[in-house]
Antibody
């Protein structure tokens, strides 16, 4: 059974960098797309982006200038870095596995999710 | 971005009822539509992918249909454990976007 677990600080100061790691267990990180998704009461579920096991990536244009994702296949982990955070980035952050039902177009369905980690941006 | 509009935003139903939730994307997405169930304090759980394919382990009372710009999720014979919030998500194009959710409450 594949399991994902987010880890990282729950409190980040405004203008600083949010850093989260997702550890994948029970399955290989290879051959899937690894995603970050966040949820707020106001904006609902927002896809942040993915990193493929090979290192290729795609980010949501709304966050693209501030997002960096990375993957460490040797540790079965992938990470999110979000720069210059503000209160608007306060959210429940999920990592999720994505599979591509279309073959090669990164048309992703999210079949396994972490439990989520709440990140609050506040001084 | 493709906007996903779900309706209703909430509904009240009784155990045993048949419930239908609608999702309408702002442009055609073929059948690249997924449905998730989320219970309080939990992550979303995949129910249906590619509009009508039941995810492994999901009860057969859940069904999905549609294509293009009109999709539905139906729960045939609502059970206590089905009271939750349901989301649609398009996987046709990036950025992947979600509907605003439909909260199914006990009448």
């Amino acid at each position: 059974q594949v399991e994902l677990q987010e880890s990282g600080p729950g409190l980040v100061k405004p203008s600083e960098t949010l850093s989260l790691t997702c550890t994948v267990s029970g399955g290989s990180i290879n051959d899937y797309y690894w995603n970050w998704i966040r949820q707020t009461p106001g904006k609902g579920l927002e896809w942040i982006g993915y990193i493929y096991y090979s290192g290729s990536f795609r980010y949501n244009p709304s966050l693209k200038s501030r997002v960096t994702m990375s993957v460490d296949t040797s540790k079965n982990q992938f990470s999110l870095r979000l720069d210059s955070v503000s209160a608007a980035d306060t959210a429940l952050y999920y990592c999720a596995r994505g599979f591509d039902g279309s073959g090669n177009y990164a048309r992703l369905t999210f079949d396994y999710w972490g439990q989520g980690t709440l990140v609050t941006v506040s001084s | 971005d493709i906007q996903m509009t779900q309706s209703p935003s909430s509904l009240s139903a009784s155990v045993g009822d048949r419930v239908t939730i609608t999702c309408r994307p702002s442009q055609s997405i073929a059948t690249y539509l997924n449905w998730y169930q989320q219970k309080p304090g939990k992550a979303p759980n995949l129910l249906i992918h590619a509009a009508s394919n039941l995810q492994s382990g999901v009860p057969s009372r859940f069904s999905g249909r549609g294509s293009g710009t009109d999709f539905t999720l139906t729960i045939s014979g609502l059970q206590v454990e089905d009271f939750a919030t349901y989301y649609c998500q398009q996987s046709y194009s990036s950025p992947h976007t979600f509907g605003g959710g439909t909260k199914v409450e006990i009448k």
